[in-house]
């Protein structure tokens, strides 16, 4: 980042924690109600880091995610995205925490 300014990567990761342990939660809880505004919400939140670190997969997964509601998606679909999400915010946040140390 900013020519390998060790402090601005550690305060950039620390952030990033805190906005994936949100989004991680949310994502959740939204999908799960079947709340489309606060899950578009969630989503539009956390898309810009996901891009700037090149998690497309967080985006394709958030993407699915509205179809299953817009599809009204039986409550297994919504379980299985969840699942899917979880772990890859978990691995996310390992390596963000990796960083942010």
């Known amino acids: 980042m900013l020519y390998g ?10 952030a990033a924690v805190t906005s994936f342990k949100e989004f991680q939660e949310n994502y959740t809880s939204f999908l799960m109600a ?3 505004v606060n899950f578009r919400k969630a989503g ?12 497309g997969l967080i985006i394709e997964e958030y993407e699915l995610g509205k179809t299953f509601i817009w599809e009204e998606k039986s409550d ?7 699942k899917k999400m979880d772990a890859i915010c978990n ?8 960083i942010a140390q």
């Open 5 to 14: 300014e060790t402090a601005y990567i550690k305060e950039f990761a620390e």
């Open 34 to 36: 079947r709340d489309e």
């Open 44 to 55: 539009h939140k956390i898309k810009p880091v996901a891009q700037m670190l090149g998690l």
């Open 76 to 82: 297994s679909y919504l379980k299985a995205s969840c």
């Open 91 to 98: 691995q996310v946040l390992d390596e963000l925490k990796e």
